[in-house]
């Protein structure tokens, strides 16, 4: 099994910033792609940014120059930095990992953390 577990969301005021974690725990042998979505109220679900194993990474335009994606290899772990929010990125945020276990790829979700930035 396989479970991701994400944390750091909260409430901000516009112009603020929050860090968000998800960490991947379970049977896997290896990490591909690890990306972080995000679904308004009332809205669908959307990518906001994605990092390859390899470190590229790519950026909604919506968010680009104030969120940033990193990863952690090591303890299995992908962070999203949220800088100059705004009223408009609240939202629950989930991230989505492709794990490989015995040679098969599946993506996983995780909860989801609520981000809501007030005006």
């Known amino acids: 099994q396989v479970q991701l577990v994400e944390s750091g969301g909260g409430l901000v005021q516009a112009g603020g910033s929050l860090r968000l974690s998800c960490v991947a725990s379970?049977?896997?042998?290896?990490?591909?792609?690890m990306a972080w979505y995000r679904q308004p109220p009332g809205k669908q679900r959307e990518l906001v940014a994605i990092?390859?194993?390899?470190?590229?990474?790519n950026i909604a335009d919506s968010v680009k120059g104030r969120f940033a994606i990193s990863r952690d290899n090591a303890n299995n772990m992908v962070y999203l930095q949220m800088n100059s929010l705004k009223p408009e990125d609240t939202a629950v945020y989930y991230c989505?990992?492709?794990?490989?276990?015995?040679?098969?790829?599946?993506?996983?979700w995780g909860q989801g953390t609520q981000v809501t930035v007030s005006s």
């Open positions: 379970g049977s896997m042998n290896s990490i591909n792609a």
């Open positions: 990092i390859t194993s390899g470190g590229s990474t």
């Open positions: 989505n990992v492709r794990i490989g276990t015995n040679s098969v790829y599946k993506n996983y």
